[in-house]
């Protein structure tokens, strides 16, 4: 059985919630075509996200991994096509109050990677469906860049034949409420729909 590994981060800073972390909950053991669908959520501590991943890469030998966060400001799901290796916190500290600035995801790594997920065929896909969605070339300096950059190093450095990417969510409707603000968002299950549709798309193609 083929199996895709669907990652979400915990919630972090002022966020009392997390969409991803919702995601990922829902989405735990579903299945789409002959694959299932594993989720996983992720500390946002930039020494132990890694770490965490690389353990769900071993225990589940997922073929795919779609690992997703929350980027405010934004209103519909954006695909990243890459990932730099800066970690910089960009006034947003970790949940350990770690502060990197102008610091490398990998000292021996390359400057960035390329997600080798198929962007502009999921963005497409997500569109199809009427999910708002466009491909981004900014994943940050954050946690969620961070995640992109050291997933491709470690599949790279280590011969595995693993597809990876990243996508990030909007604040869900219900977030915005509570926050008494007008900053964009999207409804979580629009978010479901998205990321089940990117996920389907996975699973039907292996290359």
């Known amino acids: 059985m083929t199996t895709l590994l669907l990652t979400g981060y915990e919630p972090f800073g002022e966020y009392e919630t997390n969409p991803t972390s919702r995601l990922v ?13 594993v989720g996983r959520e992720l500390p946002v501590v930039f020494d132990d996200a890694l770490p965490a991943l690389r353990g769900y ?3 589940h030998e997922p073929v795919a991994v779609l690992s997703t966060g929350l980027m405010p400001g934004r209103a519909v799901l954006t695909v990243e096509r890459v990932g730099i290796n800066v970690r910089d916190y960009d006034g947003v500290p970790d949940n ?13 790594g390359p400057d960035a990677y390329f997600a080798t997920l198929p962007v502009r065929e999921l963005v497409e896909e997500l569109q199809a469906v009427g999910v708002p969605a ?11 860049n961070n995640i992109l950059y050291a997933t491709r190093h470690h599949i790279e450095t280590n011969g595995l034949s693993i597809r990876s990417g990243f996508v990030h969510t909007p604040f869900s409707h219900e977030q915005v409420a509570r926050r008494g603000t007008d900053d964009p968002s999207m409804q ?20």
């Open 25 to 37: 909950e829902a989405l735990d053991g579903t299945k789409t075509g002959e694959a299932t669908v």
């Open 57 to 59: 890469l071993e225990e």
């Open 96 to 108: 350990t109050g770690a502060e990197p600035v102008d610091q490398p995801v990998d000292l021996e």
């Open 134 to 144: 466009r491909i981004s070339n900014t994943a940050g300096t954050h946690l969620c």
């Open 188 to 207: 979580f299950e629009t978010m479901r729909t998205g990321i089940e549709t990117m996920l389907r798309y996975l699973a039907t193609t292996h290359e």
